[in-house]
Nanobody
Framework: QVQLVESGGGLVQAGGSLRLSCAAS????????MGWYRQAPGKQREFVAQ???????NYAASVKGRFTISRDNTKNTVYLQMSSLKPEDTAVYYC???????????????WGQGSQVTVSS
């Protein structure tokens, strides 16, 4: 069974920075892609950023140039460095792992529990 555990959310003032981490555990051999989504109150969950096992990154237009995604394949961990935060970045941020190869199985996808990020004006 694969689990994703997030950490690093919190409250920050506009213009500040936060770093989210997400560690995947289980009998994992490799993960095709890891990423972040977010859901603001009353809104649908939206894509934020993704990184492949080879390091190719993709960002939502709303965060490009402010957020940086990275990963440590040896630790099955993905990070999201968020800078120049705005009140509209306030949301619950969810970690996602897509295409998880374990020693015994293939898991299509898995989600973290969510981490609250609040940006005050």
């Amino acid at each position: 069974q694969v689990q994703l555990v997030e950490s690093g959310g919190g409250l920050v003032q506009a213009g500040g920075s936060l770093r989210l981490s997400c560690a995947a555990s289980g009998s994992i051999v490799s993960i095709n892609a890891m990423g972040w989504y977010r859901q603001a109150p009353g809104k649908q969950r939206e894509f934020v950023a993704q990184i492949t096992s080879g390091g190719t990154t993709n960002y939502a237009a709303s965060v490009k140039g402010r957020f940086t995604i990275s990963r440590d394949n040896t630790k099955n961990t993905v990070y999201l460095q968020m800078s120049s935060l705005k009140p509209e970045d306030t949301a619950v941020y969810y970690c996602n792992a897509d295409g998880i190869h374990t020693y015994t199985d293939f898991v299509r996808g898995s989600w973290g529990q969510g981490s609250q990020v609040t940006v005050s004006s």
